[in-house]
């Protein structure tokens, strides 16, 4: 066994212990396991300062997720998605491939409450099924391995997975979308990297939510990739009271950056049973991204978008940097919120016939 599988072993998961060591109801937290799977790495734990803190917020049960019945089980609708068990098509080119049912610690908050922990819904003998869709799908060029946690498997399954699918000729690059490195960094060894770095082009896309989950620990297990050749991205949930805050949302992109991790996406939280009391406006979303362009980096500025219920993807937000259009000039606001006017190229007098969809602005003003 290696270190990390006996530091999982350690992991916070009977009530008793829950309740015990933070101080809750046991019959309380009794009744959510009931629901919903608990667990939480001693590592993940040692992180969390206060009662209540961001880290918290993620990872300690709270009744009020039973009290909560506003959401839906699965809000993407991915199950309609799912030609085959283990995979979700829902764009042209690229499908979501579920490796694993299991997390080592599991978010509050997460899309697929319904799903994570429970080993009937992603079943291992689903991925010989998962291949054959992949090999027999050639406009399938990118496949985003993912579960549960992909890196609870252990590595010779984990390199079965990505040499079969590194197989397939016309798949070109593969990612793979992680929490390991924020929840159980020691899950990312020098073996592991030494691993993926055969299967190049390889992406690795980890979630952190919090400046506080940026160790020295996580940043060794980020670094280990990022010098294995592994372009580093992160997802990030908007979640209140852990980042539904600019300074602290900043602050995280700004760590992030420091240990060679791109922001890719910062999500709405999405509309999922018994996660209400996280959930935050869509107007501090907007707020938070607009404290982020110009004011830093471009570099730590990524899309935020709500993954729409109803399974229509992922659709980016931008705060609204245009005053109006016309033909004569465009005029804008800079990030202080200062007006600035572009002058439009001269029309022909002679109008084009209009295309048959009219395109789409992202504006108040009057059409040109
Ligand atoms: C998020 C997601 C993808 C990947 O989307 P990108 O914008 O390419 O990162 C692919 N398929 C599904 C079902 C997804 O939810
Ligand atoms: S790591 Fe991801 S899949 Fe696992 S519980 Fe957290 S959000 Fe859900």
């Given at each position: 066994m290696d270190d990390w599988q006996r530091l999982l072993q350690g992991s916070l998961r009977k009530p008793e212990e829950i309740a015990q060591r933070f101080g809750l109801e046991l019959e309380d937290v009794r009744r959510i396991a009931r629901v919903f799977k608990i667990q939480i790495t001693p590592y993940y734990a040692s992180l969390i300062k206060n009662r209540g803190d961001g880290l918290w917020r993620q990872m300690v049960p709270d009744p009020a997720e039973l009290r909560e019945h506003t959401g839906e089980a699965d809000p993407l609708l991915e199950d309609e998605d799912s030609p085959v068990p283990g995979i979700v098509h829902r764009y042209p080119d690229r499908v979501l491939f579920l490796v694993?049912?299991?997390?080592?610690s599991y978010c509050r908050?997460?899309?697929r409450k319904r799903h994570v922990g429970d080993p009937s819904k992603i079943n291992p003998r689903y991925i010989e099924g998962g291949l054959e869709y992949i090999r027999n799908h050639r406009e399938v060029r990118d496949v985003i391995i993912s579960g549960g946690d992909p890196l609870m498997l252990n590595d010779r399954r984990l390199e079965e997975i990505l040499k079969g699918v590194r197989?397939?000729?016309?798949?070109?690059i593969m990612r793979i979308g992680t929490r390991m490195p924020c929840v159980l960094p020691q899950r990312v060894t020098e073996k592991l990297a030494a691993m993926l770095r055969k299967y190049h082009p390889l992406y690795v896309n980890v979630h952190f939510?919090?400046?506080?989950?940026?160790?020295p620990e996580s940043s060794r297990a980020l670094n280990l990739l990022a010098d294995a050749g592994i372009p580093l991205g992160n997802q990030t949930v908007l979640l209140k009271g852990v980042n539904d805050d600019p300074l602290v949302m900043r602050g995280l992109m700004q760590k992030l950056l420091a240990v060679r991790v791109r922001p890719y996406y910062i999500y709405q939280a999405d509309y999922v049973n018994g996660t209400e009391h996280l959930r935050t406006t869509v107007e501090k979303g907007l707020e938070i991204m607009d404290a982020l362009r110009g004011w830093t980096s471009g570099l730590a500025v990524p899309y935020y978008c709500i993954d729409a219920p109803?399974?229509?993807g992922k659709i980016p937000l931008i705060p609204n940097y245009l005053q109006s259009i016309n033909a004569e000039q465009v005029v804008m606001r800079n990030y202080a919120g200062e007006l600035y006017a572009y002058p439009q190229v001269k029309q022909k007098a002679k109008r084009k016939p209009r295309p048959a969809v009219a395109p789409c602005f992202n504006f108040d003003g009057p059409m040109p």
């Open positions: 694993s049912h299991s997390c080592a908050f997460c899309t197989a397939v000729p016309h798949i070109e939510n919090h400046p506080d989950e940026i160790t109803g399974g229509g």
